[in-house]
């Protein structure tokens, strides 16, 4: 192919602008634009003529001017013109594929830096929607002139916007991670920008009893407010969620959050030790920016001395998957009071420490959850037992074992649905008081 007589052929039937002229040829050439692709193939084109002009071949030369001022918009084949006393032809055109949008960017682009200005952010992605008319246009000139060394239409705009916010913002521009999404749609003149959440890791620690993770709807009113749950919706007045999220979105100034915990403990168990590893999900923060350790303060204030959190840090959405994949996996630590019906002495809780050190349990779905999760038998590792006797029939005990055991169970049986259990070894009914979670295993150190 010979690229300057190849441009000139499409030329002569196509007014187009520099950029998408240069467009065409994207994929020769590197460190350069499509803008400037195009102006060096019109300029090429120009010093030719000019130069058939010089050598004789004057109406040779001035009909490629023509071409090139009428249908390029090319000022300096316009300039030769003039010289050589043709003044009717206008450099001014009408692109044919993108209608001169590339010099009518000014507006949108005030409107993107307007809206960003409204969020903190050090990097953004500019994505756009364009009108199917370009795209087709574009199809077209490329299948009349088999042209396939182009690239689209959109890829240039967005990364011509991108440039020019950037260099107006100071902030840099990502494909990988933005923190805001800028999306120009072209069909109806709008600019939305999307702020990507932001992830902040932590531990939380409930001090007290009677707090659920998350919001309980009271399953009476389905959260509209009746006798039962004295006109609140629910069945708890908080829940960790909601404390630890209030301070999160007020610092943020997200528009809502997701907790994301690493299992779950009873409402009724207290979440003790170093604590356990969440991470909260905030959506569309305008602030992200924000200091861990204020925000670490406010939480704990909030909390009242009930849940307090620790060790915050910036997190990502691959962490919510190894946390909720993992959880079910990593070992925990708890401590029980359990109540036996009968008389207990040292050598039965020694028994049941060795009888259960190393010892795999198989566990069925407990009565008390089968309502909400599916019946099935889960194989799990208690690795030790340690007791402690407190009174006749009343003993403490610290299980260390894999997650997602059900530690209640393990020592009731659970009527024979989880085995072996403490029932069963100590040969009478066991139960568990009070449950505390002293240590839940962390993902990332
Ligand atoms: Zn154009
Ligand atoms: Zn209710």
Redesign the pocket.
């Known amino acids: 192919m010979n690229l300057l007589e190849h441009a000139l052929k499409i030329l002569v039937k196509y007014p187009l602008c520099d950029h998408c002229l240069g467009r065409q040829f994207a994929m020769l050439a590197r460190g350069t634009t499509n803008e400037l692709r195009g102006y060096s193939i019109k300029l090429l084109l120009t010093m030719k003529a000019h130069l058939h002009i010089k050598e004789g071949r004057r109406e040779e030369g001035l009909k490629i001017l023509k071409i090139l001022a009428s249908n390029g918009g090319f000022q300096p084949a316009e300039n030769i013109l003039n010289k050589y006393g043709c003044r009717n032809v206008h450099g001014k055109i009408k692109c044919y594929i993108c209608g001169n949008i590339f010099e009518e960017t000014e507006e949108i682009v005030d409107e993107i830096v307007k809206k960003l200005s409204e969020y903190e952010y050090s990097t953004f992605l500019v994505g756009s929607k364009i009108p199917g008319e370009i795209a087709e246009r574009e199809d077209k000139l490329r299948s009349e002139y088999e042209l396939n060394l182009g690239e689209s239409f959109k890829s240039e705009f967005n990364r011509f916007l991108g440039k020019i916010v950037q260099k107006k913002t100071g902030r840099e521009v990502s494909f990988k991670k933005p923190d805001i999404v800028v999306l120009v749609d072209l069909t109806r003149k709008k600019v939305e920008v999307e702020s990507k959440p932001l992830y902040i890791y932590g531990r939380y620690r409930k001090l007290i009893r009677g707090i659920p993770q998350s919001t309980w709807i ?1 399953s ?2 389905g959260g ?3 006798p ?2 004295n006109y609140t ?1 629910r069945k708890y007045p908080t829940s960790i969620e909601e404390i630890i999220s209030k301070p999160v979105l007020e610092l943020t100034m997200g528009e809502s959050a997701v907790f994301h915990g690493a299992g779950r403990e009873d409402v009724d168990a207290r979440m003790l030790g170093r604590g356990r590893p969440f991470v909260i999900e905030v959506k569309k923060p305008k602030r992200r920016f924000i200091d861990l350790k204020l925000l670490e303060e406010k939480i704990n204030e909030n909390g009242k001395g009930t849940v307090e959190v620790q060790s915050l840090r910036f997190s990502s959405r691959m962490e919510v998957r190894k946390l909720k994949n993992l959880a079910p996996y990593t070992r925990k630590k708890y401590r029980l009071t359990v109540r036996v019906d009968g008389d207990l002495n040292e050598e039965m809780l020694k028994r049941l420490e060795e009888y259960f050190n190393g010892r795999e349990i198989k566990q069925r779905t407990p009565l008390r959850v089968l309502h909400r999760r599916a019946d099935k038998v889960r194989i799990k590792k208690v690795y030790s037992v340690k007791c402690r006797r407190i009174s006749q029939s009343i003993f403490e005990v610290i299980i260390e074992c894999q997650g997602g055991l059900y530690v209640k169970e393990l020592v009731s049986g659970d009527e024979g649905r989880t085995k072996p259990s403490f029932s069963e070894i100590l040969n009478m009914s066991a139960t568990c008081l009070e449950l505390d979670v002293l240590d839940v295993e962390g993902l990332v150190s």
């Open positions: 009271c009476s009113c509209l407010g009746c039962e749950c919706g």
